[in-house]
């Protein structure tokens, strides 16, 4: 059974730092290309970054762009969410998700972690 661990959301202030991590089980690890997203209150979700395989290659959403930094370490098949110079505007629930590169049907999210900045 495939399941996506997140942990390390919670309330931060404005200008702050929190690391969120994501462990996987029940899958190949390498296999997946590893995606974050956020949705706020009322908001639709959005996506916020993704990270290769093999960790060469990541992308980000513009608004995080050189603030938020994703690593993974496949020895550990966990994935991780740096998040520097927050604002309230990063206030949301993020989730992880899992994405088969190449069978585009496997695809698994986590159950998401909240992150709250206070302005």
């Known amino acids: 059974q495939v399941q996506l661990v997140e942990s390390g959301g919670g309330l931060v202030q404005s200008g702050g730092s929190l690391r969120l991590s994501c462990a996987a089980s029940g899958l190949t690890f390498r296999d997946y290309v590893m995606r974050w997203i956020r949705q706020a209150p009322g908001k639709e979700r959005q996506f916020v970054g993704s990270i290769s395989r093999y960790g060469r290659q990541t992308d980000y959403a513009d608004s995080v762009k050189g603030r938020f930094t994703i690593s993974r370490d496949n020895a550990k098949t966990t994935v991780y969410l740096q998040m520097n110079s927050l604002t309230p505007e990063d206030t949301a629930v993020y989730y992880c998700?899992?994405?088969?590169?190449?069978?585009?049907?496997?695809?698994?999210w986590g159950q998401g972690t909240q992150v709250t900045v206070s302005s």
């Open positions: 998700i899992a994405a088969h590169f190449y069978r585009s049907e496997l695809q698994y």
